[in-house]
């Protein structure tokens, strides 16, 4: 399993990142796939999920109406578009997915948010 952040960067108050997760190594339509995110001190926070098949999506409710993920099974990637970005964004974003055998991340990527 292989997860592959990208996108991340510095972005002004009021701005939008998308951020992209290219996953490898398993069948991506048949799993979940969530976004949390981290800074230095902090525990890892959960962001948003999206089920493999048809299903609700969920947000922290720090994020919900501002931030959207959602999923390209034909590329195996899946997405976090972020707008109305708050400074209290900042952090370090990292993709995940789970199976029988446990769970996987990615590197992460930066996101910045300050003017």
């Known amino acids: 399993v292989q997860l592959v952040e990208s996108g991340g960067g510095l972005v002004q108050p009021g701005g939008s990142l998308r951020l992209s997760c290219a996953a490898s190594?398993?069948?991506?339509?048949?799993?979940?796939m969530s976004w949390y995110r981290q800074t230095p001190g902090k525990e890892r926070e959960f962001v948003a999920t999206?089920?493999?098949?048809?299903?609700?999506?969920n947000y922290a409710d720090s994020v919900k109406g501002r931030f959207t993920i959602s999923r390209d099974n034909a590329k195996n990637t899946v997405y976090l578009q972020m707008n109305s970005l708050k400074p209290e964004d900042t952090a370090t974003y990292y993709c995940?997915?789970?199976?029988?055998?446990?769970?996987?991340w990615g590197q992460g990527t930066q996101v910045t948010v300050s003017s």
């Open positions: 995940r997915t789970s199976n029988r055998f446990g769970g996987y």
């Open positions: 999206i089920p493999s098949a048809d299903g609700s999506t």
């Open positions: 190594g398993f069948t991506f339509s048949n799993y979940h």
